[in-house]
């Protein structure tokens, strides 16, 4: 186990990103500081010494708290004002850091504000998989799990989010929502047009420096690694290997295909985080999945 003061500072260092989460999910100040202290209790009872990375642990389990009670207060509102106030002692508290970039872009301005709004009209589970996966770049192998469903469910809960985001949305919101999508696909297209030419730099600046590949197990007896972690290995593994993948749409995200006859074979999914890095890919070749992801290749582009 985990030293109690380690422990405590180590949460300490996430508890702004974590209370973002759980706003975004939730909607309001009082429920969000509630999931993150219950998230500190779980931690604190949780033997976590075989976490690599401690804040998408707790990203999760933030995610799990909150979505367990936002089915259970139903269809509850409330005030959504203005920007999270700093929270009264509670748990471990020494001198929590203040919130970064990332937590005063989603909590302060006139999209994040609309946004929210519209997020209330999600159902919990399509509400969580899209604040989890688009805001927070959690992968839907991780989202899985949370919402009790196959990663192929959980990236249709946040499609269908996402359309409807982009349909009932003020402007503002409608228009951060299609620079999202641009932006993915820019990151995307950089990633294999590096991957093609083995420019193994080039892949380190575009690849998140914890980022995780992983394959099913079909692809990995094709050939794949079942899981790789770390900028070095996912550029090793994939530099030269990209000539056969032809760019793809899967379901409304960018991503590419493997594809033999026009049947797709493999299939490329991507999460990248807001900083325009790719934090994880997922190598999907299972003939009994491939069917759900609604795959298009653009072969053109």
Same mark, same amino acid.
């Given at each position: 186990?985990?030293?109690?003061?380690?422990?405590?500072?180590?949460?300490?260092?996430?508890?702004?990103?974590?209370?973002?989460?759980?706003?975004? $999910?939730?909607?309001?100040?009082?429920?969000?500081?509630?999931?993150?202290?219950? +998230?500190?209790?779980? @931690?604190?009872?949780?033997?976590? /010494?075989?976490?690599?990375?401690?804040?998408?642990?707790?990203? +999760?389990?933030?995610?799990?708290?909150? !979505?367990?009670?936002?089915? /259970?207060?139903?269809?509850?509102?409330?005030?959504?004002?203005?920007?999270?106030?700093?929270?009264?002692?509670?748990?471990?508290?020494?001198?929590?850091?203040?919130?970064?970039?990332?937590?005063?872009? @989603?909590?302060?301005?006139?999209?994040?504000? &609309? !946004?929210?709004? #519209?997020?209330?009209?999600?159902?919990?589970?399509?509400?969580?998989?899209? *604040?989890?996966?688009?805001?927070?770049?959690?992968?839907?192998?991780? $989202?899985?799990?949370?919402?009790?469903?196959? /990663?192929?469910?959980?990236?249709?809960? &946040?499609?269908?989010?996402?359309?409807?985001?982009?349909?009932?949305?003020?402007?503002?919101?409608?228009?951060? #929502? %299609?620079?999202?999508?641009?932006?993915?696909?820019? *990151?995307?297209?950089?990633?294999?047009?590096?991957?093609?030419?083995?420019?193994?730099?080039? !892949?380190?600046?575009?690849?998140?420096?914890?980022? #995780?590949?992983?394959?099913?197990?079909?692809?990995?007896?094709?050939?794949?690694?079942? %899981?790789? +972690?770390?900028?070095?290995?996912?550029?090793?593994? $994939? /530099?030269?290997?990209?000539?056969?993948? *032809?760019?793809?749409?899967?379901?409304?995200?960018?991503?590419?295909?493997?594809?033999?006859?026009?049947?797709?074979?493999? #299939?490329?999914?991507? +999460? *990248?985080?807001?900083?325009?890095?790719?934090?994880? $890919?997922?190598?999907?070749?299972?003939?009994?999945?491939?069917?759900?992801?609604?795959?298009?290749?653009?072969?053109?582009?």
């Amino acid at each position: 186990m985990a030293d109690p003061d380690s422990l405590a500072a180590q949460f300490e260092a996430h508890r702004a990103h974590l209370r973002g989460v759980a706003y975004r $999910i939730l909607g309001s100040r009082s429920d969000a500081e509630d999931a993150v202290q219950e +998230t500190w209790l779980r @931690l604190s009872r949780t033997d976590v /010494s075989d976490v690599l990375n401690l804040r998408a642990w707790l990203t +999760t389990v933030t995610g799990r708290v909150a !979505l367990n009670m936002l089915e /259970s207060r139903g269809t509850r509102r409330e005030d959504m004002s203005g920007e999270l106030p700093e929270p009264a002692a509670a748990g471990p508290r020494a001198s929590a850091p203040p919130s970064g970039p990332e937590d005063e872009a @989603l909590l302060g301005d006139e999209v994040s504000a &609309a !946004l929210q709004v #519209v997020l209330e009209t999600l159902e919990p589970r399509e509400r969580l998989a899209f *604040v989890l996966h688009d805001l927070f770049a959690v992968p839907f192998d991780e $989202i899985a799990p949370v919402v009790d469903t196959s /990663s192929a469910a959980a990236r249709q809960l &946040a499609s269908r989010a996402r359309r409807r985001l982009r349909t009932a949305s003020p402007a503002p919101v409608a228009a951060s #929502v %299609a620079a999202r999508a641009d932006q993915q696909r820019e *990151v995307v297209e950089a990633f294999f047009a590096a991957a093609r030419e083995a420019q193994f730099l080039a !892949l380190l600046e575009i690849l998140d420096p914890n980022v #995780v590949m992983r394959a099913d197990a079909v692809a990995a007896r094709m050939g794949a690694d079942d %899981a790789l +972690t770390g900028a070095d290995l996912v550029a090793k593994w $994939i /530099s030269g290997r990209a000539r056969g993948a *032809v760019p793809a749409m899967v379901g409304d995200e960018p991503g590419a295909a493997w594809a033999v006859n026009g049947t797709v074979r493999v #299939v490329f999914s991507f +999460t *990248v985080t807001e900083a325009g890095r790719i934090a994880a $890919i997922n190598l999907i070749a299972d003939p009994a999945v491939l069917p759900g992801l609604d795959v298009v290749l653009l072969r053109g582009r």
